[in-house]
């Protein structure tokens, strides 16, 4: 069973609403990141962290997604005014750090948006 | 840029026949690629990894071999069972930890 841990399951907004979901990185896993899952399966990097820092992320994220990895509190993503383009699987993922593009990510079950 | 290309969306295969399932990649650094599997309303997780050229990498019946005169990293398996049914996703580790996905495979296994 996975160690990251997501909240909730499953979010379901009116459009223009606010939309946030919440990770728990496996323990002492200084990087996190956020990727997007649409119903094709397919995969879109949103934002990644390391030790409460960005490190990268793309110019969708800036404008209407917000995100942050606090010390000692969940990771957090949330969509400022959610669009139905929004409805997908938003998977946070934590990895260890050491080794750079090396590393495995370790993949929470997914928050399930869905903006009606 | 860095990106990976898996050819196939969906596979159809009867228990206990051999499967391949397409990768290639492109990047401007060393690669270093991953497979990761998606059981329906399961978190992905790693498969197998590597960054060896020519060099053989397997787990749980599943095998991989990195060949970077062709950019291919290609999985396999000589026997498939029913639990294999899933997503199967080839990635690319880039730049700042960022890890590039595939479009993904979904394998469908047959009694």
């Known amino acids: 069973n996975s160690k990251v841990i997501q909240t909730p399951r499953y979010l379901v907004k009116g459009q223009g609403q606010k939309a946030k979901m919440r990770c728990i990185p496996e323990?002492?896993?200084?990087?996190v990141f956020w990727y997007q899952q649409n119903k094709n399966n397919e995969f879109k990097f949103l934002i990644n962290?390391?030790?409460?820092?960005?490190?990268?992320q793309i110019d969708m994220t800036e404008k209407r997604f917000s995100a942050e990895c606090p010390s000692n509190s969940p990771c957090s993503l949330e969509i400022q005014s959610s669009e139905a383009g929004d409805s997908a699987l938003y998977l946070c993922?934590?990895?260890?750090?050491?080794?750079?593009?090396?590393?495995?990510?370790?993949f929470g079950a997914g928050t399930r948006l869905s903006v009606l | 840029g860095d990106s990976v290309t898996q050819t196939e969306g969906l596979v159809t295969l009867t228990k206990g026949l051999p499967v391949m399932l397409n990768c290639t990649y492109q990047?401007?650094?060393?690669?270093?690629l991953f497979w990761y599997v998606q059981h329906l309303n399961e978190a992905p997780k790693l498969l197998l990894k590597?960054?060896?050229?020519?060099k053989r990498t397997e787990h749980q019946g599943f095998y991989a071999t990195l060949h970077k005169s062709s950019s291919s990293f290609h999985l396999q398996k000589s026997s498939v069972q029913l639990s294999d049914s899933a997503l199967y996703f080839c990635?690319?580790?880039?730049?700042?930890?960022?890890?590039?996905f595939g479009s993904g495979t979904r394998l469908l296994v047959s009694p």
């Open positions: 993922a934590s990895s260890p750090g050491a080794g750079g593009r090396q590393n495995t990510l370790y």
């Open positions: 323990k002492g896993h200084p990087v």
């Open positions: 962290f390391q030790n409460q820092e960005v490190l990268q």
């Open positions: 990047t401007t650094y060393s690669p270093f």
């Open positions: 590597s960054s060896t050229d020519n």
């Open positions: 990635a690319l580790g880039t730049g700042g930890y960022k890890v590039v």
